[in-house]
């Protein structure tokens, strides 16, 4: 009997679960025109669990996309690395110092929102300046904030990011995907797979109950022959 496509959907979910980051990390190095498009016909062609997955993973800003075209052209992870050794000195450093620090993180954001904003427009995407802005502000936010570097780096960012002064900056949803060192959500439950796997175990348990039933029954017939048995063979003394 030939499979149905639904038929070959549910086993998709058999199998190990896709990967979504390696999913996400190719949708998001598209240019955003092209994600939504891309995003669907790809859940289109996975189980019926990771199809949901994959459409969960929203469409990239302008500014989110050119840091992560940025991250996967090199550019930011020399920078990155040395802001991590910065924000350490400034921990030893003194007033004139703090304000040389600031100076040289400033010129450095300036300096990687520019060269971001050339390979957008090499890769034929135009920036406005809010986008302009945003880029600027979340590669500060990455040079600043460890956990913003982190996102960041994923190269799967969803939307800019600020940072927060003393605070972290806010990093809910800013990643498709997973963010690492963070745990995933746990999955939501699959009532369907839930009802089909009680009904299962109800089945299962009924037919247990019959063939325990037809077993007692062929027993107690067997021993019932068994006891005739008996008795003719007393009836005719050769017990």
Do not use: C
């Amino acid at each position: 009997m030939p499979r149905t496509r639904d038929a070959d959907a549910d086993a998709g979910d058999a199998a190990p679960g896709a990967d979504l980051d390696a999913i996400a990390a190719e949708l998001y190095a598209l240019p955003p025109e092209r994600f939504t498009a891309a995003r669907n016909d790809r859940a289109a062609h996975l189980g019926r669990t990771d199809a949901a997955r994959v459409r969960e993973l929203r469409k990239p800003t302008v500014a989110a996309w050119v840091v992560s075209l940025a991250v996967r052209d090199g550019r930011l992870a020399e920078a990155i690395t040395l802001s991590a050794a910065l924000r350490e000195a400034q921990d030893d450093a003194d007033a004139a110092a703090l304000a040389e620090l600031g100076r040289q993180r400033r010129r450095l954001v300036q300096a990687l929102a520019a060269e971001a904003e050339v390979l957008a427009e090499e890769a034929g995407v135009s920036v406005s300046a809010s986008a302009r802005d945003d880029i600027a502000a979340t590669i500060n936010a990455a040079v600043m904030d460890a956990a913003a570097a982190t996102a960041v780096m994923t190269g799967r960012l969803v939307r800019p990011l600020v940072a927060g002064g003393f605070d972290p900056a806010d990093l809910a949803d800013a990643v498709g995907g997973s963010l690492p060192g963070v745990a995933p959500p746990p999955a939501p439950p699959d009532d369907l797979a839930e009802r089909r796997a009680r009904k299962a175990a109800e089945r299962a348990a009924r037919e247990a109950d019959r063939a325990q039933a037809d077993a007692e029954r062929r027993l107690a017939a067997a021993e019932g022959d068994l006891e005739r048995f008996r008795d003719v063979v007393e009836s005719t003394g050769y017990a």
